[in-house]
């Protein structure tokens, strides 16, 4: 569906829909029904017009939040969801819900994020959707986990685990596996992880859940080099790369990419490690995403510390922090401030 609605369009009908008015011009037939045949007959029209209205919402929040452009993407979203509840919608509610979370837990908001997995869990519930219980659940273990409550996210995965049994649900039996096996990481039990996520990578295949078998195998990835098993480490990276370029799926590539530099810089591997950081570059651009253009600057910085070349690793630095500051990330400013600070001084001009 085209998107042919702005902003300030959207803006200007989300008060139509709250109240229940139509805005789709009123056919001759409509106007010579009784009244009483009116309210007993749904006006398909309408109805089909508003739901376009409340499906361009969605599409909207989703190209904001792609875009970067966090506050008109919730502005976006909050209306889709009005727009799904005055329609009866909660599968529409349930996806605008979901794109809700996405950004509020990219800018740090776990407290908001954790509100709408609530609401998007207690409207699973009210209507009985097994597999939109086991993603709110899981949804709810993760933002629990990166807010370091291990023990609630261990309770919802575990929840989520369940019901995804009970059901026979594979695709929810892998997603809870895989994430049981991130807090075992978490508390450093990497061994218990490993059985978690090799197990968790059995049922994604039988799912056919490919973007889900990928962010598994990272995962492998993380633990192997975690326990010190390099090769079956690279061996996963290498996998969920592959993978997810099968799937078109550019982050997922991030993320094994740069479990691959990682270990390829630890052993000094400049040929392997030139491999990947060009990957990294490419990708970066292709996804025009200021966050992952940090990163790469963020990394070559370190590569050229690494190698002795402190006017480069500078500039790289420097670069990076130039885009935490428009992106106000705090956090990433003081980081890339104290690795500039690190370096040795420059030259006397």
Do not use: C
């Not at 019901?163 to 218990?192: C, E, K, P, R, Y």
């Not at 052993?267 to 570059?281: A, C, G, K, V």
């Not at 940090?294 to 990076?320: P, S």
């Amino acid at each position: 569906m085209a998107l042919s609605i702005t902003l300030r369009m959207a803006l200007a009908i989300t008060p139509a829909i709250a109240l229940g008015l139509t805005f789709a011009a009123k056919e001759p037939a409509y106007a010579s029904r009784s009244l009483t045949e009116q309210l007993h007959t749904p006006q398909q029209e309408d109805i089909r017009s508003q739901r376009d209205v409340a499906d361009q919402f969605l599409l909207l929040g989703q190209e904001q939040l792609a875009a970067g452009n966090h506050a008109a993407a919730i502005t976006a979203l909050d209306a889709a969801v009005n727009a799904y509840h005055y329609l009866g919608d909660f599968v529409g509610m349930g996806e605008a819900y979901e794109q809700l979370v996405k950004v509020h837990s990219s800018l740090g908001q776990y407290d908001a994020a954790e509100s709408l997995v609530r609401q998007q869990l207690a409207i699973a519930r009210s209507n009985y959707s097994f597999s939109d219980q086991i993603l709110a659940l899981n949804n709810l273990g993760t933002l629990s986990l990166q807010s370091g409550d291990l023990d609630t996210a261990w309770e919802a995965f575990s929840e989520g685990l369940t019901i995804a049994q009970d059901v026979q649900s594979q695709a929810g039996i892998g997603l809870s596996l895989s994430n049981l096996g991130l807090v075992a990481a978490a508390q450093g039990h990497f061994n218990d992880a490993r059985k978690y996520y090799e197990v968790a990578a059995n049922y994604r295949a039988r799912a056919r859940d490919y973007v889900g078998q990928a962010n598994t195998d990272n995962n492998l990835g993380d633990v192997y080099w975690q326990m010190g098993h390099t090769r079956e480490a690279i061996g996963a990276y290498r996998l969920a790369l592959s993978r997810a370029r099968n799937i078109d799926q550019p982050y997922i590539q991030l993320r094994a990419i740069d479990g691959l530099i990682a270990i390829y810089r630890q052993r000094h591997e400049p040929s392997e490690l030139t491999r990947y950081l060009n990957e990294r570059i490419a990708l970066t651009l292709s996804t025009g995403d200021d966050w992952q253009r940090l990163m790469t600057l963020k990394t070559l910085g370190t590569i050229y510390q690494d190698n002795g070349e402190f006017a480069a690793a500078r500039d790289a630095f420097r670069r990076a922090l130039s885009l935490a500051q428009a992106m106000e990330h705090k956090t990433m400013q003081a980081e890339l401030s104290n690795l500039i600070l690190a370096l040795p001084a420059e030259p006397d001009s």
